[in-house]
């Protein structure tokens, strides 16, 4: 090969690394996100070092902040977990944000009827189950039309989000309104809200339970290595007998469940009522939080709780120096670009023009 | 009657700034990229719009021209949508990682960006920052004489625009041509649509792919910055353009991702969400009406999937990243 036909830099994938290394290149991708931080920080004429201060102290140096910052984490670490699966099978649900949105309205439709009259517990069960089944119904009709049709799961679940938003909208301003022109929905009953545990509605609890139950559905079951096998190679799996388009269908039933799960935590544990900004953004963020765990459960722990560090901890920091809180999301956007480059550098090895032979092979 | 008029031209404003979100969707698309950051393009070209006019008035002071601040304000927003799809264009194309992560990435990103830019110039300016009242009128001046405009029922319709919906069509019709008639423009589609056969073909894959994506998140940021320049009235306002990059990329799918069908597509899409301020249906909640430009688009995407034709298709590559030696 002729010396300057060679491209400048030429890329090998890598069969294996040091795990050692591997973890030195995320964490150094983390470290130089935090310092790219620095930009927006300076900007506004502050002491970057003192505002990351600021943002770990008002996170998580007293009890009452931690609590607030684990209600962050929760719906984040519930969501990412409802759609590692749908990721692991390459289906690639964004609609997280519509699902818990309709898993809260069931839950509210229950909480604001049944209140007086069914038991706590029962009315929490009844809650919880009607959330995970809207959620799942919710995630059902995309997965639908995908299995039968092969239509575009990511353009369908991102409008099934609007619609759902839409509809609490609707529900807000119309049948569920409390006092008439308010907009809005009243506060749950005493009987309808999530008990608390160490200061946080149970839902954490829950949330943990889940982080080991999605473990072993994803990595010990015959259901788990079904998806799999269709995120490898569907033609594989259709080869092997499995029902692809059921299998598509039921996945995506569990995601919306979970996600719905999340929606009845969020109006039970936190809000206590229904409004249609109910999910956030979480269903967004908790992708980015999925993704970047490599779908491990007990990894998306450490990530939701980072990124509701950064989010609880920038609300300190705007009363505390004026810094917008926006910042979170600017520090939030380069840590996931950070951390979504390192894989590359994990996976592939760079070449540059000139090496000897000898020393590509080695 | 003049109801309708004065729906038909408030739908218009509105689907201008759709219009530049979708065609600059459109053209990221066609190379096989499918950009979720569109949101965030949008944040981001409304504050970097505003911020380019804003201390271009500062530094003028009286002096300062219409025309000038316009173009300022293009650029800047351009600038701004342009660097951010760099990223995402970077990330996707060079470092190879899946594009719907970095696209919401990229959303969360840039409506930080943009709240941030916005946020900080109200802090540093002591309160308020809009433009004077002679800027703000250029914005959204009719560009036609009176005698066009004054036409009965067409000469609203037609000539009562500002010129930012001129500048649209332009772009569509151009965008029309270059997909369709240019050889630039077929290699683009061709890049879209199958990737290794581009390659074989001897079109570099990863030039088209940065350029249309780049030119792209630079036009969808314009339809930001026309949000609050005209929209708006020239003041920072997120909550207005929540979602309106998203109703973009839904648009886009309304449009079977041809530039011609953006011009009505947008305006129909706009009519819907404004709809609710000016014609009240009995029966029918006004909240409602918000969830039809989704519902709609729902509707063509099923409808194109269960038939099958052949060029009514997403780019048949879209959103899946290229890699030449896993063939």
């Known amino acids: ?362 | 009657m003049s109801m309708i008029i004065s729906l038909i031209v408030a739908a218009v404003t509105f689907g201008t700034v759709l219009m530049f979100g979708t065609l600059g969707e459109i053209l990221t698309e066609k190379s096989g990229n499918l950009n979720l950051g569109v949101e965030g393009i949008m944040y981001m070209g409304g504050a970097f719009g505003l911020a380019g006019a804003f201390y271009y008035e500062k530094a003028a002071g009286a002096a300062a021209s219409g025309p000038v601040a316009i173009i300022l304000a293009i650029l800047c927003a351009f600038a701004a949508g342009a660097l951010a799809s760099a990223i995402y264009s970077f990330l996707t194309i060079s470092l190879r990682t899946n594009q719907n992560v970095t696209g919401l990435a990229l959303s969360i990103f840039g409506t930080g960006v943009g709240q941030f830019v916005g946020e900080f110039m109200r802090l540093s300016e002591g309160g308020y920052v809009a433009l004077g009242n002679n800027l703000k009128d250029a914005f959204s001046a009719r560009i036609w004489p009176d005698a066009l405009v004054n036409i009965p029922v067409v000469g609203n319709i037609l000539f009562s625009h500002t010129v930012f919906f001129y500048l649209a069509v332009v772009l569509a019709v151009a965008m029309h041509f270059f997909l369709g008639r240019t050889r630039w423009g077929l290699y683009l589609r061709a890049v879209g649509e199958s990737p290794s056969t581009a390659d074989a073909a001897g079109i570099s894959i990863t030039r088209y792919k940065y350029l249309a994506t780049i030119a792209g998140g630079g036009i969808s940021a314009i339809g930001g910055m026309v949000y609050i320049m005209t929209t708006a009235g020239c003041v920072w306002n997120h909550e207005g353009l929540s979602g309106v990059g998203w109703l973009a990329v839904a648009l886009v799918i309304f449009c079977m991702w041809r530039p011609l069908n953006a011009i009505w597509g947008s305006v129909i899409f706009g009519a819907m969400m404004i709809m609710y301020l000016r014609v009240s249906i009995p029966f029918i909640p006004t909240e409602i009406y918000k969830i039809l430009p989704y519902v709609v688009t729902v509707i063509v995407l099923i409808i194109t999937s269960m038939r099958n034709s052949r060029d009514k298709q997403p780019p048949a590559s879209l959103g899946l990243n290229y890699f030449r030696e896993e063939r």
């Open chain 1, 1 to 362: 090969m002729r010396e300057e036909r060679t491209p400048f830099i030429r890329l090998a994938k890598r069969g294996s690394m040091d795990p050692r290394k591997i973890w030195l290149i995320r964490v150094s991708s983390i470290v130089i996100a935090l310092i790219l931080g620095f930009i927006p920080i300076l900007l506004t004429g502050n002491n970057p070092i003192a505002a990351y201060g600021v943002i770990i102290d008002g996170s998580l140096s007293r009890p009452v902040y931690i609590r607030q910052t684990v209600k962050i984490a929760v719906p984040l670490l519930g969501c990412a977990l409802a759609i590692a699966p749908c990721f692991k099978m390459r289906f690639w649900n964004i609609g997280g944000e519509g699902q818990i949105t309709m898993g809260a309205v069931a839950a509210t439709f229950f909480a604001l009827n049944f209140a007086g009259t069914v038991p706590h517990v029962l009315l929490l069960i009844i809650m919880f189950l009607a959330a995970a089944i809207a959620g799942g119904i919710w995630a059902f009709i995309p997965a639908f039309f995908k299995a039968k049709w092969n239509t575009n799961e990511t353009l369908f679940t991102l409008m099934m989000n609007y619609i759902a938003i839409g509809i609490v909208a609707w529900l807000q301003g119309g049948p569920w309104e409390g006092r008439k022109g308010s907009q809005l929905i009243p506060m749950f009953d005493d009987a309808a809200r999530l008990p608390n545990v160490l200061g946080v509605h149970c839902g954490w609890i829950l949330v943990l339970v889940l982080v080991v139950l999605m473990y072993f559905y994803m990595n010990k079951t015959k259901q788990g290595y079904e998806i799999a096998v269709i995120g490898d190679s569907a033609n594989t799996a259709r080869y092997a007998g499995m029902n692809v388009g059921w299998i598509i269908m039921r996945t995506m039933f569990i995601s919306g469940a979970i996600c719905g799960i999340v929606g009845f935590m969020t109006v039970s544990g936190a809000n206590y009522t229904l409004y249609s900004g109910v999910a956030n953004g979480v269903g967004f963020t908790s992708i980015t939080v999925a993704w970047l765990s490599q779908l491990n459960s007990f990894a998306m722990i450490f990530i939701s709780m980072m990124l509701a560090v950064l989010e609880k901890g920038a609300n300190t920091l705007q009363t505390r120096m004026s810094v917008p809180a926006s910042i979170s999301d600017i520090i939030t956007g380069i840590l996931l670009f950070a951390m979504l480059s390192c894989e590359f550098f994990i996976n592939y090895r760079m070449i540059l023009r000139g090496k000897t032979k000898k020393e590509v092979e080695k």
